[in-house]
């Protein structure tokens, strides 16, 4: 079992930066993909982001290419969704993620994640 507590939501500008924080408790949190999805009202939830620690390789979708980081510290057992570059339209709840995957299996459904914080709100108003 993992546990997930994400923080580091808020209120921000077009154009500012936010922080996500994904604090995971449990079995070794290397061993684990790390995503952040996100739902804005009315949406399906939709994969943002993810990181696999080994090899060491990233997924993000399109929209946020360039502007999101993913990362992750694993001495500290957390992992981090560095936002650049708001938009209105990144506008959602965002959740943390984790799984365990076969390489180079990466499924985007919600459903094949099994462990899920709890949600942190981001807005960026225009």
């Known amino acids: 079992q993992v546990q997930l507590v994400e923080s580091g939501g808020g209120l921000v500008q077009a154009g500012g930066s936010l922080r996500l924080s994904c604090a995971a408790s449990?079995?070794?949190?290397?061993?684990?993909?790390m995503g952040w999805f996100r739902q804005a009202p009315g949406k399906e939830r939709e994969l943002v982001a993810a990181?696999?620690?080994?090899?060491?390789?990233?997924y993000y979708t399109d929209s946020v290419k360039g502007r999101f980081i993913i990362s992750r510290d694993n001495a500290k057992n957390t992992g981090y969704l560095q936002m650049n570059s708001l938009k209105p339209e990144d506008t959602a709840v965002y959740y943390c993620?984790?799984?365990?995957?076969?390489?180079?299996?990466?499924?985007?459904?919600?459903?094949?994640?099994?462990?899920w914080g709890q949600g942190t709100q981001v807005t960026v108003s225009s």
């Open positions: 993620t984790a799984a365990l995957f076969a390489p180079g299996e990466l499924p985007n459904e919600p459903v094949y994640w099994p462990y």
């Open positions: 990181h696999r620690w080994t090899p060491g390789t990233t």
């Open positions: 449990g079995r070794t949190f290397s061993s684990y993909v």
